[in-house]
């Protein structure tokens, strides 16, 4: 039998909703959307319209602001490499800033863009893994050109306040963008336009499928940015290649159910979520929270358990499926964990809990039940 599944920040399941509507494109409307001489370029094409209208209104954003790409990693090398080679290409310096605790698709961005010529600062975070405006401005220079901060963190759940930080690169004239692959489908982002120039996302993230992802760009910076792909025009010459057709419709309707009922959903997963933290702190004092105890993502829980060998964590918590990091930096210690000031011995000693849609209170109340059999392991070894 399969372990209950509690890595939702690494992948959701599809909701069977969007399985049925990307279905039909995977059969009867295969075609190419960009074949406009027959019907079946027609629908494929209708179906990624609507689609792109369906993520638009969840972000309030224009359609034509949004630009579909493989997932949030190519979006951020997009939105990172095709800013700085703007800038290039116009013989200008390049000052970029990012923080320690980003994504890997964003943080190895930024240090090869320097390896190219351009600067880099990545700031420091408090011990909850955030950056502040302040700290953004005391960095900015004059050819400082964008400003990369991660929303919602992958790993430890923290917030980040992105409408400070883009307010001030938009009164300071530095492009901003965010990776908010864990906060779109759990957060209302339809104001970010006013704070964002560039916003990256994946469908895999918020019960659509794997493989498709999206990246919004404001249309009054859309000249600011330069494509990193060749051999075509799609998605108006940033982003060629022939369009996933099933996956765009799937991402769309998943952005349509968020709409419909995120309200609910993240509420309950709130409760969920502080009731897991609360057990799970009582039952030993060597227990800890990673991330903001308040300002996290709705269904993230980071734990460390002090001086906890890495080597019990797959016999106590056979069971339940739970990652140490995030799963594009399996087998090693976490950089967001020790960039917040965790030695590899703590790093290699936390959890990462993540729930969702599917998590019921059985699931929540096996994770107490998992850990407290990890800590009894702990005492019949030591024995």
């Known amino acids: 039998m399969k372990p209950v599944y509690l890595d939702y920040n690494a992948a959701t399941p599809i909701d069977r909703r969007v399985l049925d509507a990307a279905l039909p494109y995977m059969t009867e409307n295969f075609g190419n959307p960009s074949s406009v001489t027959h019907s079946y370029g027609w629908d494929a094409d209708s179906g990624c319209r609507k689609a792109r209208e369906q993520v638009a209104k ?69 011990k909850y893994g955030q950056v502040s405006a302040e700290d953004v401005k005391k960095e900015l220079r004059p050819h400082t050109r964008l400003v990369s901060v991660i929303h919602g963190n992958n790993e430890i759940g923290s917030l980040n306040p992105i409408r400070e930080i ?23 982002l339809t104001d970010m336009k006013q704070y964002c120039d560039l916003l990256s996302s994946s469908g895999q993230k918020m019960y659509g499928p794997k493989g498709i992802g999206f990246l919004f760009v404001r249309e009054e910076i859309r000249e600011l940015i330069q494509p990193v792909l060749f051999g075509g025009s799609q998605e108006r010459g940033l982003r060629p290649g022939t369009l996933n057709v099933p996956a765009i419709v799937g991402l769309g309707e998943a952005c349509r159910i968020f709409i419909e009922e995120h309200a609910a959903e993240c509420s309950r997963l709130c409760g969920l979520r502080d009731q897991i933290i609360k057990k799970a702190l009582a039952l030993s ?94 005492e019949s070894f030591k024995a």
């Open 285 to 378: 004092s060597r227990i800890r929270l990673n991330g903001h105890p308040t300002e996290r993502l709705c269904n993230n829980i980071n734990l460390t358990i002090q001086d906890l060998s890495s080597d019990l964590f797959a016999l106590g918590l056979s069971g339940i499926a739970v990652s140490g990091a995030s799963a594009c930096s399996a087998g090693a210690a976490s950089h967001v964990l020790k960039a917040i000031g965790h030695s590899d011995a703590e790093a290699n000693s936390s959890l990462r809990i993540g729930i969702g849609r599917m998590t019921t209170d059985a699931d929540a109340d096996l994770v107490i039940e998992k850990l407290k059999n990890l800590l009894d392991l702990e």
């Open 58 to 126: 969840l972000m309030g954003v224009q359609p034509k602001e949004i630009y579909f790409t493989s997932g949030a990693t190519e979006s951020n090398n997009l939105a990172i490499q095709g800013v700085t080679q703007f800038f290039f290409n116009h013989k200008q310096k390049v000052h970029l800033i990012t923080t320690p605790t980003e994504h890997k698709a964003v943080i190895d961005v930024v240090k090869k863009m320097g390896e190219f010529g351009a600067e880099m600062t990545i700031l420091k975070t408090n």
């Open 166 to 188: 883009g307010q001030l690169c938009r009164e300071n004239k530095v492009l901003f963008h965010s990776d908010a692959a864990q906060t779109v489908g759990k957060v209302d």
